[in-house]
């Protein structure tokens, strides 16, 4: 599983009450091209607490899409406004999938013992 930031010294009950409360497990998108290659990639996972706006982590992303994204032809510019979209109406949330992860190592770790 990918690096998900924003979780140091949460314990697992303030990570779940912070869940029930409305916080999400969220990725960004950002676009780097040259010339004629052009990639539109994931941030790592940000764990967006209820009371904080997603904008907080995703402007490094739309800035990275911004200075090198548009470059590449004739992808750059479709991905880039992608990038761009996705990061501006708060990015992908994957907090279901991210559960379902957590749940199945848990529950094959269990199993293991």
């Not at 303030?14 to 999400?24: F, I, P, R, T």
């Not at 880039?80 to 949330?93: H, L, M, P, Q, V």
Request: charged fraction near 20%; charge should be neutral.
């Amino acid at each position: 599983m990918a690096i998900i930031k924003n979780t140091e010294g949460l314990s697992t009950d303030q990570l779940n009450d912070e869940l029930q409360k409305g916080a999400k497990f969220v990725v960004f998108s950002y676009t780097i091209s040259i010339i004629f290659l052009s990639s539109k990639r994931p941030s790592d996972i940000y764990f967006i607490k209820s009371d904080e706006p997603s904008s907080k982590y995703s402007w490094k992303y739309s800035l990275l899409t911004l200075f090198f994204g548009w470059w590449g032809i004739p992808f750059g510019p479709i991905f880039s406004i992608a990038s761009f979209y996705r990061n501006f109406t708060g990015g992908k949330d994957i907090t279901n999938e991210v559960l379902h992860q957590i749940n199945t190592h848990h529950v094959e770790s269990s199993n293991s013992i």
